[in-house]
Nanobody, 128 residues
Framework: QVQLVESGGGSVQAGGSLRLSCAVS???????????MAWFRQAPGKERWGVET???????VYADSVQDRFTISRDNVKSSLYLQMNSLKPEDTAMYYC???????????????????WGQGTQVTVSS
């Protein structure tokens, strides 16, 4: 059983920063080294889409709209995933989800369908 729990969301003004965390609970003998990890977001009435993903080897893929503002990182020892968000904009307002998918060294994707495990989400609200 693997569980993902996000934290760190909140309300900030445009230009501000937030750091999201995702604690990954894994069963004994399993580590998050076997997972691609990612952050997704979903605004009200919109589809969920991928923000950033990171492989166990540190390889990352970013959505164009967040590159140079958001930074994904992971701590495989602590079984944790992070998202540092800087220069936030009102259009970044959404529910943010942590997700895990099977590790494939040759394949990196931000497709929702690839990720099988999801957290409950943490709300980020950016005011102008």
């Amino acid at each position: 059983q693997v569980q993902l729990v996000e934290s760190g969301g909140g309300s900030v003004q445009a230009g501000g920063s937030l750091r999201l965390s995702c604690a990954v609970s894994v069963v004994s003998g399993v580590t998050i080294n076997t997972y691609n990890m990612a952050w997704f977001r979903q605004a009200p009435g919109k589809e969920r889409w991928g923000v950033e993903t990171i492989q166990p080897n540190g390889r990352t893929v970013y959505a164009d709209s967040v590159q140079d503002r958001f930074t994904i990182s992971r701590d495989n020892v602590k079984s944790s995933l992070y998202l540092q968000m800087n220069s936030l904009k009102p259009e970044d307002t959404a529910m943010y989800y942590c997700a895990a998918g099977p590790y494939n060294r040759a394949y990196v994707t931000l497709s929702v369908a690839y990720y099988r495990l999801w957290g409950q989400g943490t709300q980020v609200t950016v005011s102008s």
